[in-house]
């Protein structure tokens, strides 16, 4: 039997999925959230990405975590998911455009990441970007030793202080709260959030649309009724369907006229 989804190494920085033969095959870069690369999610993602022709590269950033612990999202360098988009694009079954995703914190990556290349007017931004449950502004870091569910005794805020995030070494900019300014993005976005995330707010995503929709820009956006964090079965498909929907109109290239 022949195989459907070729797992192949993309050189210096871990697995792929994508569909079998030559290509060139549209590229995804997928960011995982809290559960960290070990968990397996973004894998996942990234195998349904593959199973529907695109090439999926499931990025690894969270810091010091296995199969066993999540690890930390504490001074993650966004310079590096810069390097790692670049790495995908140039890789030789690459092509027709280049997408990223992401998932609640790897969500709130992905447009923080993709507005800053924008500020700065860099090379090698995403032809494609698309979240869900995203974050309006930078979070607080995230350190899985010590974090705790709530219904747990021993659970404890995000200390202010920890900075998820930097850029060209610097943290100054991406503060908890600040704004993450992805109207700089003119490329198309596609947003969407359960109505009722107790984790994330979707309220977030409804200020990310109304940003963007102000600047000029025209988001896809859906709003999934009566889902939590992690959507149930019908409304995760919906969500799936929507997104290789999404990725197949940006980034496959468009037929010329007869």
């Known amino acids: 039997m022949s195989l459907k989804i070729v797992r192949r ?29 070990g968990a397996g999610w973004s894998h996942r993602n990234a195998v349904l990405l593959a199973a529907h022709g695109f090439l999926a590269f499931p990025f690894g950033y969270s810091k010091g975590g296995n199969a066993w612990n999540a690890g930390s999202i504490l001074d993650v360098p966004l310079d590096r998911t810069v390097e790692a988009l670049a790495a995908l694009k140039s890789f ?11 998932v609640s914190r790897g969500a709130e990556h992905a447009l923080l990441v993709t507005s800053l290349m924008a500020r700065d007017d860099l090379e090698g931004r995403p032809d494609a970007v698309a979240v869900h449950a995203p974050a309006d502004v930078v979070c607080g870091a995230f350190r899985a030793a010590t974090w705790r569910d709530r219904g747990d005794p021993g659970w404890q805020v995000w200390d202010p202080a920890d900075i998820a995030w930097t850029w060209r070494g610097s943290s100054e900019a991406l503060r908890p709260t600040t704004p993450i300014e992805i109207e700089r993005y003119t490329g198309p976005v596609f947003l969407s959030h359960g109505s009722a995330d107790k984790m994330w707010s979707c309220e977030m995503t409804r200020r990310l649309e109304q940003r963007l929709t102000a600047a000029g820009r025209s988001p896809e956006v859906h709003y999934y009724e009566g889902q939590d964090h992690m959507p149930d079965s019908e409304a995760e498909n919906q969500h799936h369907a929507e997104i290789f929907d999404f990725f197949t109109r940006h980034l496959r290239p468009k037929r010329s006229p007869m």
């Open 92 to 102: 030789t079954l690459a092509g027709a455009g280049l997408g990223l995703y992401g």
């Open 9 to 37: 190494l993309l050189p210096g920085w871990g697995a792929t999925y994508g569909p079998p033969g030559d290509g060139p095959f549209p590229a995804v870069l997928v960011l995982h959230g809290s559960e960290g690369a």
